[in-house]
C-alpha cells in the first residue's frame, strides 16, 4: 500500500468519524431538548368540574370549580380563564369577570386561601398569587369559589374554564397542574299556570235547643226557610242558620244579608223592625213587643266595630247588605250561625207574614 493510498484512507477515516461524531451530538441535543419540555407539563385534574349557581344568560352567577388529582407540591399561583374555545383568550360575549369575588370561606384548593392575592383586572381571567407558596392539603375535592361574575349573553354554546396551577408568581412557568372544562349558559323555562278562583258557600239547617249568640232556637231550620210557627205574645221565636264559606281569594270575602220586605200579610200589614241596626246592634225586645231582627256570632266583622254582636245583640234587616260574617284572608272553611228572631204584641195584626232573606258571599281577590 503507498502512502497516498493510506493518506486516502486516513482521510476517509477521519470524515466518518467526524460525521458520527456530529450525528450522534445532534441525537443527544434533540434528546436534551425533549428532556427539557417534559419537564414543563403541567399534570392533569381530573374529576373536575364547574357548576354555575344560576346558568341563564347575563345573569350574577357564583362559579364553583372543584377538582381532584391535585398534586401535592408547592404552587405560588393559580390561574382561571374563560374564554370562548379550548385554547383562545376570547372571552365569550358579554362576559364580565372584573367585579367578581373570591370567596375566601368556602374555597379549599390551598390551606389559608385569604393569604393569597384575587387578581381580576383583566376580563375573563382570574390570578390567585402567594408569594410564599402552599402545598394543597389535600389530592380531592379542592374548590375555588367566585362570586359575582356576570353570565355571557349567549346560551346553549360550549365555552371553557382553563385552570392552572404555578410554582411561579409569573404564572406562566413551572406549570404544575392543569385542567380544561366546558360550561353552558341556558336560558331559564318560564313556568306557567292559572288557578281559578275558588268560592263555596251554602245555608245549612239548624235544629231547635241550640246556641245562637246566646239565645236558644226555639225552632229547626231547615236550608231554605225560617219557619218560626205560630208565634205569641208570651213567647218570642228563634229560628238560626248555619252559613259556611270557603274561598282562595287573597283578601277573603264578606258576607251580607238583606230582606226583600218587612215581614208582609196578605193584606199589607207588616211586622216592625227591632230598633237596633248592624252598625249599633242592641238586645232584642222582652215578648209582647213586636219586632224582627238578627244576629251574628262573628266577633271579628270588617266595618264599623268588629265584635258589635257579641253579648246577645240584635239588629234590624234592611233591603241593602249588611254584613254578617267577614274573613280577611283565603279560608278553608268556616261557619258562621245567624240567628233570626221575632216577637209580637197584643196588638199585631193576625196573618201569615212573610219575606225573602237574601244572603250573599263576595269574596275580595
Not at 226555639?218 to 221565636?237: H, Y
Not at 239588629?315 to 233570626?340: C, K, M, Q, V, W
Request: some cysteine; hydrophobic content about 30%; glycine content about 8%.
Amino acid at each position: 500500500m503507498t502512502k497516498h493510498t493510506r493518506l486516502h484512507r486516513t482521510n476517509r477515516n477521519y470524515s466518518i468519524r467526524h460525521t458520527l461524531r456530529r450525528w450522534i451530538g445532534g441525537i443527544t441535543a434533540v434528546a436534551t431538548i425533549f428532556a427539557t419540555v417534559g419537564s414543563g407539563h403541567a399534570a392533569s385534574l381530573s374529576t373536575a368540574s364547574v357548576a354555575l349557581s344560576d346558568p341563564r344568560p347575563t345573569q350574577i352567577a357564583g362559579y364553583n370549580f372543584t377538582a381532584s388529582n391535585v398534586s401535592l407540591t408547592p404552587i405560588k399561583c393559580i390561574k382561571a380563564v374563560f374564554a370562548d374555545t379550548s385554547v383562545g383568550t376570547t372571552v365569550p360575549l358579554n362576559m364580565t369577570t372584573t367585579s367578581a369575588s373570591f370567596d375566601t370561606a368556602t374555597s379549599n384548593y390551598m390551606p389559608t386561601p385569604a393569604a393569597w392575592t384575587f387578581g381580576k383586572a383583566t376580563n375573563g381571567t382570574f390570578t390567585l398569587v402567594d408569594a410564599t407558596g402552599e402545598t394543597p392539603a389535600s389530592a380531592t375535592a379542592r374548590k375555588l369559589n367566585f362570586t359575582g361574575i356576570t353570565n355571557g349573553s349567549t346560551p346553549d354554546t360550549s365555552y371553557f374554564l382553563r385552570v392552572t396551577t404555578f410554582n411561579n408568581t409569573d404564572c406562566a412557568t413551572s406549570p404544575v397542574d392543569n385542567v380544561t372544562i366546558d360550561y353552558i349558559f341556558t336560558n331559564g323555562s318560564t313556568l306557567t299556570l292559572s288557578v281559578d278562583p275558588t268560592l263555596t258557600f251554602t245555608v245549612n239547617a239548624v235544629a231547635s235547643g241550640q246556641n245562637c249568640n246566646g239565645s236558644t232556637s226555639t225552632q229547626a231550620s231547615f236550608a231554605t226557610s225560617i219557619p218560626f210557627g205560630s208565634v205569641t205574645p208570651a213567647t218570642n221565636q228563634i229560628v238560626c242558620q248555619d252559613l259556611t264559606a270557603s274561598t282562595n281569594a287573597s283578601n277573603g270575602y264578606t258576607i251580607y244579608t238583606r230582606y226583600t220586605s218587612k215581614p208582609t200579610n196578605a193584606i199589607g200589614q207588616t211586622i216592625a223592625d227591632t230598633t237596633g241596626t248592624n252598625a249599633a246592634p242592641t238586645a232584642f225586645p222582652a215578648a209582647g213587643t213586636e219586632a224582627y231582627g238578627y244576629t251574628t256570632s262573628d266577633a271579628t266583622l270588617g266595618t264599623g266595630t268588629a265584635g258589635r254582636f257579641v253579648g246577645g245583640n240584635w239588629g234590624a234587616e234592611t233591603t241593602s247588605n249588611s254584613e254578617i260574617a267577614y274573613e280577611p284572608a283565603g279560608d278553608l272553611s268556616t261557619t258562621y250561625r245567624i240567628g233570626h228572631q221575632v216577637g209580637v204584641s197584643l196588638t199585631t195584626r193576625p196573618g201569615t207574614y212573610t219575606t225573602t232573606i237574601i244572603y250573599t258571599c263576595t269574596p275580595i281577590y
